[in-house]
Every structure is written in structure tokens, then in C-alpha cells.
């Protein structure tokens, strides 16, 4: 009996967190009065938005989130993490190149030339920020999957995670609310929502409490 | 409406230079292209085609200005 | 343009509108009144001036532009380039996808035998000369173009690009160009405004080219809003022999959102450019413009012989026999074909079908058939040191019909050339070019003036006006002298009443107000010379003398300023040079 209520108490939480990581961001894609594009336009731009949003979730498939650890176990926590994390960042390594997917299907710009001079733009602040995020994810993403591989204290490389992951963190939902194709008032607020809550459970976890390893 | 909306702009100003009746401008704030001068639209679509990113959208209608007696 | 008359006083207000108390109700209730006080937000006392040097001044960036700034440079010559628009992106350029090439070893023609044939179709109008520069050439043109990367996309900033970067031309883009200069009957330069640095901009040069294409009254459904003949007033104000302004381009719009260039052209504007071959018509006249005169307007208009009998007219504009099928084999052949079939295809541009309406282009005559008059197949004008090339020559290259599928391009790339070397040539024998102080001094104030006005007409209001007084198939197409001298009358009312009152505030306006002068100078023009040749021929159809008469009007018409600055018109026979 026990058992099957921790069991539903797991599925609620996971729901929760699909409702407000997946629901929410296509409710507010599909409320937005945004311009019709093709279907495959339309579906990768879905997939980046979810891709953001996922990947803010990560913050709660982490030892953050307590009551899951304490649920779930660290071990599929950290399943859920290496799975959302290696996905999701790979869907964000590729969207800039989803950007210029309309230019294989014209006879105008080349895809390479419009790619050029979207990464050349550094007149535009959201430019910069998209760059700077770019940055932070890969390194992200290579110390994360070479981790046993860079000797580092296991200390020393989940400051260095959690540093980058701030740092994309804060970069990227800038540079989604200053560039963001769907850049209504309503996802600007769900970011900042979002983003506000995970640094209030970064702080409370780190600086707070001192966590046990 | 002609030209309509500008969603996603890099501010490479490659509409603003590719439009033949200057209806587009940057703004300076935001760095970002603006439609300043809409009925001015020809409707040629020049600006999305140059535009790298897919940003720009425009529909057929033209809204023209009522005919008034002095100007 | 509506939101200063909140702005004033009401005393002020009716002081300004000579006290008519129902206009300060009229601004009061924050109704559209187009007349108002100017909200001018440059400081103009302070704008300073940039004056630049060079051999050849190249105005326009299109198929003309490029080829002159690059064999003018090639020829010797220190060439600057500028354009009211981008390279390869404003005027007719962007959007004409055919591109006529004469091949010897695969035509059947030769070049006399097609210059002949392009004769019979325009009833003697072309100017052989031209007609035959553009087969000699048009290959050689095509084949630099490939290189370029030309026909490789179907946006031509880049290619054109590349030409002019290799050889460090300097460019100047979004330069709006106001004024030719000429001194001591040679031309000194030029002068005119940057959109985007807001300065006042002279040129000096030995040799100016125009390549600023043609232009229209801002019509709906053409892409040529940017194109108000700019170069050809430019010219003739400053002694300039202009051409054909009599004659008319009669491209429809579908009649639905007849204002969406890009829509009316199906995806026309998407392709990349493809070459054409020999293949002479009569086409773009006024044909259409007829039957929906004699039918009742577009609810009539369909493809004849297609069961719908009471779309065949009788009478309207003369098609010599020769070409009268011309538009048999037009539906949808050619994938690169210039411009939309017409009626006898398939009823409208690609990709239509249903209701066309008329007047699409209306202001512009056809390609190279107006403009400044060449006095030899140099390019040359009659003033010393102008050159002009593509729509803006009066080369009557293909006569006042459309004669030959891509030959607006190829002969915009031929014309280039020619006077690109030509205008290098000439900047040899010439010494330094320097305007007086007085001159910059005299067009600055002209340039700035719509900006020190404090109140006036605005540019978009006037133009609104003019278009309601010529763009009316009545008018400018199916001519009759009553009515041409009624319209007359309103557009020098515009002339002697608006023109000098038109204000702007900002620089986008100042382009509008300058370019809507040249809009009423050129509305000026078309009517006079409409009213001047009693016949009909190609595409100028007077219904009141529907016969084309060769006794009398084997001529082209040369519009010039006299010394009284009234406009003046002469005869010039077909096939000779002006005196």
C-alpha cells in the first residue's frame, strides 16, 4: 500500500513538473498570435522551446530537489538528468542551424551566408548573449560527458557545472527574451518565473545548507 | 496589411538596406528592424528574402488612406 | 503626416487655413487633415555637407549601374557609385528574371535580320542602332554575369557585389540623389541627401552616368514605388533632351489585393534568372486597357476563346499580322519569362487566373523607350559629360512595344557598358570638375527647403492626388484630347500650387517630397505629348485618331526646358540622330 502511494506521489511530482516544463510552454505557444510558417518551421520551433524549457527542468532532476532523491534515489535522478541534459542540449547546439532551415528551400540567401551573418551580428546584444550561451553549453556539455576523464575533484567539477550552468542560465533566457522569435510578454514572464525559481533553490541549496555529499 | 510584423530580429539591417521604399529603419535602443514607414510597402517581399533568419511577415492586403479634400 | 494637427493651436490652426472656422472643428475632432504645420525634428540650420571627388559618377545600382561602374573602372576611370537603394535589390532589377542572349551559332536570325523584325513590330519606333548594340553584346554580358554568380541565386546583391568589391569601387547606398549639376554647360556633378548619415551629399565629377531606371506614379501591384523617374527630371532640368513619354506599359494586377507585387507575380520574384533566346512579339501595349474600356472594367475581363464571346472586341490599338498570334504560344512556356502573359494566355500573371485590373504600372512607359535622348549609340546626351544607360536612355531599343522577351535586362547590362567605357573616354578629356560655392550654396536650400517650411502639403497626400487624376484608364491609356487637357489642368494646379509648398519632417519625407515632384513633372510630360501625337501607334492609343498615321508621325517627340523654362517639344524623325 505504501508503496504504491510513493509510487503515485512520484508520478504527481513528474507530472508536475511536465505540466510546467512542457504544458505550459505549448499553451503559450499556441496562444501567442504568432505568424503561421510551415509545419516544419512550426515544429522547430516547438522543439527549441521545449528544448529551453526542458532544460531548465534540469534543476530539478538534481540533488535540489530533495524530496525526489529522497523518492527516486540519486541514481535515477541522475538517469533523468543525463538523459534530459544530452538531449536537450543537443537540440539547443543545433537550433541556430534550425534558423536558417527555410534557406535549403529557396533559390535566395544560401544557407551559409544567412548562417554567417546571423553569428556576425554583434550589434545586437541578443547575439552576443546567444554566443556567450553557446559557449557555456558546450563547455557544459564536454566536461560533463568527459567528467572521469578531467580529473577534477568531484567538488571542484559540480562547482564548475553548476558556475556554467548559472552562467548559461542567466545569458540564455536573456537572449530568449531579447531575440526569441516568440518573445510575447507571456513566455518572458514564464522564463523569468522559471529562472527566479531555480536560483531560489540554488541559493537555498548551496549557500542555506550545506548539503551532504 | 503589407508588411506586417518582425519576429526574431538579429538587427543585421539586411531588410532595412534591401527595401527599395526605405519603409524599414533600426531602431536605436533596441538594435533591432523596425517597421517605421508601412505605407510605403510595395509588398515586394525583398526584406524577407534577404532576411536570414525567416523573421519578417507580410500579407497582400494594403491598407490605403482615406481620401480627404486638402492636403 | 496626421498627428501634428493635434499638435497646434487652435488660433494658429485657423489663421493657417485662412480662418475657416470649420477646419479648426474639422482638427479639433482629430479628423484627417492633410494640410498642417510642419513638425520638422532635424535642426537644417546645421546640417553640414560632404563633397567627395571623382572621374565618373555612377547613379543607380542596378543592371545599368553595375555594368557602368564596372567598365568604366575597367576603361581607366575612378569610378564612385550610388544608389537611392541597395546593389542589385531596388528599382526594376530585382524582379526581372529573363535575360536575353544573342547567340550567333544557335540563332536563325541574323542581327539585321532581327533588328528588322523588331522594326515590324514596333511600326518603325526602335532606333536600330540600339536595337542592334543589344544581339552584338548581350552574350558577352551574359557570360560576365555567369562568372559573377549571377544566375546562381535568385537575390542579386551578392553577385553584383562581387564585381565592384574586387575591384574596390566605392559604393554609396541609400543616397537619394536630387540634383544634376552643370557649369558652364558641362556637367560638374551632382548632388543629394543619405537616408541614414542625414547629410547633404555633392559630388564632384567629370562624367555622370544615369542609370536610375524609369519610373511611375507609386502604382499598385508593380514593384517600382522607388522608381519616379528621378534621373529623366534630373536631366531635363538641367537642359536634358527627354523622350516617349507618350507611350505606356500596360501590365495588369489581379484584381484582388491589386497592390501585392509579390502575390500577383506567383513565385515569380523567388526564381533565379534564366536566359532567353530570340523570340519577337507585340506585346504590353494597351490591348487590354481597350477591351476593358469598350467591355465596363475588369468585371468583364477573361481569356478570349475561352467560350466567353463578349471579350472580343473589335477595333482598339493596331497588332501588325505578323505578330498577331505572338500570344499563342505564350501559355506558361517559357519558366523564365520577364513579366506575366497577358490576356491572350491565360487571363492573368502566373498563377492567377480570375479578375486583372489595369494601370499596375501606370506613369512608366516601355522599357527604353523614355527617357534622356541619345544623340549617338554612345549613351550620350546632348549635355556634356551625361551619359544615361537602360530605362533611363530613350534608346528605343525595342520601339514603344515590348518586342523582345529579356531584353529589358540584357539591354540595361549592353547600355551599361557602352557608356560606362564611353563616359571613362570622356572623362580624359576633361580637367578637374568643381562646383562654385554659389551652386552648393543655391542647392542646398533647394534640397532642404521641404524641411524649413512650416507648414505645408505632404508628399503622401499629393501623390494620393496625382495617381486619382492620371492612374484612370481614361486618362492615360485610352486617350482622348478632352480629357488629356482636363487632367492637364489639375496636374499644373499640383505644379504651381503643391509642388512648392510640400513639407517633411524627417528625410524619409524629404525623399517622398522630391520624388513626388518629379512625379508631377513627368505627369506634365505624358499629358503634352499625349495631346501632341494625333495618332495611335503601339502603346499610345488615341481613341479620337485610332489609326496610325505614317505620313505624319514617323517621329519621335523631344521634350526639353526652353530659356523661358516652360516645356518645349520637337519632332525627331525615326532613324536619325537630334541636330
Redesign the interface.
Known amino acids: 500500500m505504501g508503496l504504491i502511494m510513493k509510487k503515485q506521489r512520484n508520478i504527481f511530482r513528474l507530472l508536475i513538473l511536465a505540466l510546467f516544463f512542457i504544458i505550459v510552454p505549448i499553451v503559450l505557444y499556441n496562444l501567442g498570435d504568432?505568424?503561421k510558417?510551415s509545419f516544419l518551421?512550426d515544429v522547430l520551433s516547438i522543439i527549441t522551446i521545449l528544448g529551453f524549457s526542458l532544460f531548465l527542468s534540469q534543476f530539478f532532476s538534481t540533488r535540489i530537489n530533495q524530496k525526489l532523491v529522497k523518492d527516486i534515489r540519486m541514481v535515477n535522478v541522475l538517469k533523468i538528468h543525463k538523459f534530459i541534459g544530452y538531449l536537450f542540449i543537443s537540440i539547443l547546439l543545433l537550433h541556430p542551424f534550425f534558423?536558417?532551415v527555410?534557406?535549403f528551400f529557396?533559390?535566395?540567401?544560401?544557407p551559409t551566408?544567412?548562417?554567417l551573418?546571423?553569428i556576425t551580428?554583434f550589434?545586437?546584444?541578443?547575439?552576443i548573449l546567444g554566443i556567450i550561451a553557446y559557449t557555456s553549453m558546450l563547455i557544459l556539455l564536454i566536461t560533463a560527458f568527459f567528467r572521469f576523464k578531467i580529473y577534477l575533484k568531484y567538488k571542484t567539477w559540480r562547482y564548475l557545472h553548476g558556475y556554467l550552468t548559472t552562467l548559461f542560465i542567466i545569458t540564455a533566457t536573456w537572449h530568449v527574451i531579447n531575440?526569441?522569435?516568440?518573445?510575447t510578454n507571456p513566455f518572458s514572464i514564464y522564463y523569468i518565473l522559471a529562472v527566479v525559481s531555480v536560483i531560489y533553490f540554488l541559493l537555498k541549496t548551496y549557500l542555506f545548507k550545506t548539503s551532504k555529499k | 496589411m503589407s508588411i506586417?510584423?518582425i519576429?526574431?530580429?538579429?538587427?543585421?539591417e539586411?531588410c532595412i538596406k534591401s527595401c527599395p521604399t526605405d519603409v524599414i529603419r533600426l531602431n536605436p535602443t533596441t538594435?533591432?528592424a523596425e517597421i517605421v514607414y508601412q505605407e510605403d510597402c510595395q509588398i515586394c517581399h525583398l526584406c524577407r528574402?534577404?532576411c536570414?533568419?525567416?523573421?519578417i511577415?507580410i500579407s497582400p492586403e494594403k491598407s490605403i488612406p482615406v481620401i480627404v479634400s486638402w492636403g | 503626416m496626421k498627428e501634428s494637427t493635434n499638435n497646434l493651436s487652435r488660433r494658429k490652426f485657423i489663421a493657417l487655413a485662412g480662418g475657416a472656422a470649420s477646419f479648426a472643428a474639422i482638427a479639433a475632432m482629430g479628423l484627417p487633415t492633410d494640410w498642417a504645420l510642419n513638425t520638422t525634428k532635424v535642426d537644417v540650420d546645421s546640417l553640414s555637407f560632404d563633397k567627395i571627388k571623382t572621374d565618373v559618377l555612377v547613379i543607380g545600382g542596378g543592371m545599368a549601374g553595375l555594368f557602368a561602374a564596372v567598365k568604366a573602372h575597367d576603361a581607366g576611370a575612378k569610378v564612385l557609385m550610388v544608389s537611392k537603394g541597395r546593389l542589385g535589390a531596388s528599382g526594376q532589377t530585382p524582379f526581372a528574371k529573363g535575360i536575353f542572349t544573342y547567340d550567333p551559332k544557335k540563332e536563325k536570325l541574323s542581327i539585321d535580320e532581327f533588328a528588322q523584325a523588331v522594326s515590324r513590330s514596333a511600326l518603325g519606333t526602335n532606333n536600330p542602332a540600339y536595337t542592334k548594340q543589344l544581339a552584338e553584346h548581350s552574350l558577352d554580358r551574359v557570360n560576365e554575369l555567369k562568372q559573377w554568380g549571377f544566375f546562381d541565386?535568385?537575390?542579386y546583391n551578392?553577385s553584383f557585389s562581387k564585381p565592384i568589391n574586387d575591384r574596390n569601387i566605392p559604393l554609396q547606398e541609400r543616397v537619394v540623389i536630387t540634383h544634376l549639376i552643370k557649369e558652364n554647360n558641362k556637367i560638374v556633378g551632382a548632388a543629394g541627401f543619405s537616408l541614414d548619415s542625414e547629410k547633404i551629399i555633392f559630388y564632384e565629377a567629370k562624367s555622370v552616368i544615369l542609370c536610375t531606371g524609369a519610373g511611375g506614379f507609386k502604382p499598385n501591384g508593380f514593384p517600382i514605388c522607388d522608381l519616379t523617374h528621378d534621373g529623366t527630371i534630373m536631366a531635363y532640368n538641367i537642359g536634358a533632351k527627354v523622350t516617349g513619354k507618350e507611350w505606356n506599359d500596360g501590365h495588369p494586377a489581379k484584381s484582388e489585393n491589386a497592390a501585392a507585387c509579390y502575390d500577383g507575380w506567383g513565385d515569380m520574384f523567388?526564381?533565379?534568372p534564366e536566359t532567353t533566346s530570340v523570340e519577337i512579339r507585340h506585346d504590353l501595349g494597351v490591348d487590354m486597357n481597350y477591351t476593358a474600356y469598350i467591355n465596363g472594367g475588369a468585371a468583364q475581363m477573361g481569356p478570349p476563346g475561352m467560350g466567353k464571346q463578349e471579350n472580343i472586341v473589335v477595333g482598339g490599338p493596331y497588332r501588325p499580322e505578323e505578330f498577331n498570334n505572338a500570344g499563342g504560344h505564350q501559355g506558361g512556356k517559357k519558366e523564365g519569362e520577364k513579366r506575366p502573359p497577358r490576356k491572350e494566355g491565360k487571363g492573368g500573371p502566373p498563377g492567377m487566373g480570375g479578375s486583372v485590373v489595369g494601370g499596375s504600372s501606370a506613369g512608366m512607359s516601355i522599357h527604353k523607350a523614355e527617357g534622356i535622348v541619345p544623340i549617338n549609340d554612345q549613351c550620350e546626351s546632348n549635355i556634356s559629360g551625361l551619359f544615361a544607360a537602360g530605362d533611363a536612355l530613350g534608346s528605343y531599343m525595342a520601339g514603344a512595344i515590348y518586342t523582345q522577351i529579356g531584353s529589358s535586362l540584357a539591354g540595361s547590362a549592353v547600355q551599361g557598358a557602352v557608356a560606362g567605357e564611353a563616359a571613362a573616354k570622356y572623362s580624359k578629356t576633361v580637367k578637374t570638375a568643381s562646383i562654385s560655392s554659389s551652386k552648393i550654396k543655391e542647392i542646398k536650400e533647394e534640397i532642404l527647403a521641404p524641411l524649413k517650411r512650416d507648414a505645408g502639403y505632404s508628399a503622401a497626400w499629393v501623390t494620393q492626388t496625382l495617381q486619382g487624376i492620371m492612374i484612370p484608364n481614361f486618362i492615360i491609356y485610352i486617350k482622348k484630347e478632352n480629357l488629356l487637357k482636363g487632367a492637364l489642368a489639375y496636374v499644373e494646379e499640383l505644379r504651381d500650387h503643391h509642388l512648392p509648398t510640400l513639407r517633411a519632417k524627417n528625410f524619409h519625407e524629404l525623399r517622398l517630397v522630391h520624388e513626388t515632384a518629379n512625379m508631377i513633372v513627368t505627369a506634365e510630360m505624358k499629358l503634352k505629348a499625349s495631346i501632341m501625337r494625333t495618332e495611335s501607334r503601339c502603346s499610345h492609343y488615341r481613341i479620337d485618331y485610332p489609326e496610325v498615321d505614317y505620313e505624319n508621325w514617323n517621329v519621335w517627340i523631344n521634350i526639353f526646358k526652353g530659356e523661358d523654362g516652360t516645356m518645349q517639344f520637337e519632332k525627331q524623325p525615326f532613324n536619325t540622330w537630334p541636330i
Open positions: 504568432f505568424p510558417r518551421m534558423i536558417v527555410p534557406k529557396d533559390n535566395g540567401v544560401s551566408d544567412a548562417f551573418t546571423l551580428s550589434n545586437s546584444l541578443g547575439v531575440l526569441g522569435r516568440h518573445g | 506586417e510584423s519576429n526574431g530580429c538579429i538587427g543585421c539586411e538594435k533591432k528574402m534577404y536570414p533568419v525567416d523573421a511577415t | 541565386s535568385s537575390l551578392k523567388e526564381k533565379k
